[in-house]
């Protein structure tokens, strides 16, 4: 550009306005490429006649398509040589590769001594992802395993609570969906592999343990008001991902991908009937695969109208209707202290490992409840008819002036979420009721590993301590008068 701008001085990376510069250039180049599209010598990729593309352009990362005959690759060359002379930017010949298919030996070799590239098998990471056109090795796969569950990985040694855990889990298969899956489809078997390490990290703090966990793996998956802990299911929300394309492609979205698409595959023909040839490749198959799924959903007219598409609604219709307990607004709100949730939600699914389970399984001998030294501990027993939780729910009936009978917790939750209390009040009473359980539970693990059980009153102070703290930290500005005057009272008899 010399005789038309004096050069001062470079432009050093990460410059405003080096953007703004990179996009003059690369215009200057597509134009470049564009008039050579007329030169005889020059034919386009078989499959990108019809979209006339050869370039494809991110940041500094280019691919160059075009027929895989030496003319079209020197025409393309020297247009970009001429680019280089008038630019300044030259093609770095060791960063750079030609993939070919269906072309003779002598074809490459000729095409190598020209460029200087390096020929190589279609595989290769454009912008830190995997291309190629099979389908996916799980060997290819370790690295984004390693990197996903790495955070898991490290964490597994400290000793955390459910609640930090199921965070924790729920990031990272968050942004599993978030990220790779929007892109392309994981082997089964890695998505498999990824639950296991989730799976395992959740119930036992480690990554590599194979012990069972207390709820199977597909109701934690469940939404909560499902009575799970609303974690996606990975699989589907795989398939719900890549419905995105059966929409685009349906809707003929304005982008290269689409329109390449139906040129080449659709053609004329209906794509909500349309099946792929059997020589296809396995991405389109399996684009299809899920196009046929939502056939099961969706009628082609019910799909054509969705106007936006979201992956999350489409995930719900995928997973269909669950029936819905209420409860799980109380246990998971935010008045709740977080490691309390957990453990009230397996309350509430009876699933806590008391000893009638541990018996069960054969890990434990049989033995009275620890509190109480009556009876047999199981989910009945601890939560309702032990003599020591009868003791403890009496103290906070007290506190919260309460006098029902529903000494169960599960009952004692129905009983909360059906009665005419305002939102806050409900959710108030819920924090105490889960922390009353996970008190209780927390004592029965006392009792059992270092033989010391707290005394009824010192575990009601040491739970209004908390509520009293969790509250003045978590409640809400906007609430009622009334409300404030109660909770305050609440908190004055701490
Ligand atoms: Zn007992």
């Known amino acids: 550009m010399d005789p038309y701008m004096a050069t001062l001085r470079g432009l050093r990376q990460g410059d405003p306005i080096s953007p703004l510069l990179f996009v003059i250039c690369m215009e200057y180049l597509s134009r470049l490429i564009r008039s050579m599209e007329d030169h005889p010598l020059f034919k386009f990729h078989p499959r990108c006649k019809k979209s006339k593309l050869t370039p494809m352009v991110f940041a500094d990362d280019i691919i160059l398509c075009c027929e895989g005959s030496f003319p079209s690759v020197y025409t393309m060359l020297k247009a970009f040589k001429l680019f280089s002379a008038t630019s300044g930017l030259q093609i770095s010949e060791q960063k750079s590769d030609f993939y070919t298919a269906g072309v003779s030996q002598e074809v490459i070799q000729r095409i190598k001594a020209a460029t200087n590239f390096a020929h190589n098998k279609l595989f290769f990471r454009y912008l830190g992802l995997p291309v190629c056109a099979r389908k996916i090795r799980v060997a290819e796969c370790n690295g984004i395993i390693e990197k996903m569950c790495a955070r898991i990985k490290v964490w597994s040694s400290r000793n955390l609570s459910y609640m930090a855990r199921v965070t924790l889990v729920n990031s990272v298969l ?62 589907t929300w795989y398939v719900a991902e890549i419905a995105k394309y059966v929409w685009a492609i349906s809707t003929k979205q304005n982008n290269l991908w689409v329109k390449l698409v139906h040129e080449v595959y659709v053609k004329d023909a209906r794509w909500w009937d349309y099946e792929p040839p059997i020589d296809s490749c396995w991405y389109w198959k399996q684009i299809c695969k899920v196009k046929s799924k939502l056939k099961l959903l969706y009628s082609e007219q019910e799909w054509n109208s969705l106007t936006k598409f979201s992956v999350q609604q489409v995930y719900k ?178």
């Not at 790779?180 to 036992?204: D, N």
């Not at 927390?442 to 590993?449: D, S």
Request: charged share 20%; glycine share 4%; aromatic share 10%.
């Open 174 to 235: 968050l942004s599993i969906h978030q990220y790779w899956a929007q892109m392309f489809i994981l082997p089964k078997s890695v998505l498999k592999e990824i639950e296991k390490i989730c799976r395992a990290f959740l119930w036992t703090g480690e990554w590599n343990s194979s012990k069972p966990g207390n709820v199977a793996w597909e109701h934690v998956c469940l939404p909560k008001q499902a009575k799970g802990v609303g974690f996606r299911q990975i699989q």
């Open 317 to 494: 219709k995928l997973i269909g209707e669950q029936p819905a307990v209420h409860w799980d607004k109380l246990i998971w709100n935010r008045l709740v202290i977080p490691k309390h949730r957990v453990i009230g939600w397996l309350v509430m699914k009876q699933r806590l490992r008391t000893l009638d389970i541990l018996v069960k399984i054969g890990v434990q001998a049989l033995h009275s409840c620890h509190l109480c030294e009556q009876g047999i501990e199981n989910h009945n027993h601890l939560f309702i008819q032990c003599k020591y939780s009868t003791q403890c729910l009496d103290l906070v009936r007290g506190w919260m002036g309460m006098k029902n009978q529903h000494s169960i917790f599960p009952r004692q939750m129905l009983f909360i979420m059906k009665s005419k209390r305002t939102g806050v009040k409900k959710r108030f009473m819920a924090a105490v009721f889960s922390g009353l359980v996970y008190q209780i539970w927390w004592v029965r693990n006392e009792a059992i590993w270092n033989h010391v059980v707290s005394k009824p009153e010192f575990i009601f102070r040491k739970l209004k301590q908390l509520i009293q703290q969790r509250i003045r930290l978590v409640l809400p500005h906007k609430i009622t008068a009334r409300d404030q005057l109660w909770i305050d009272s609440m908190l004055a008899a701490v």
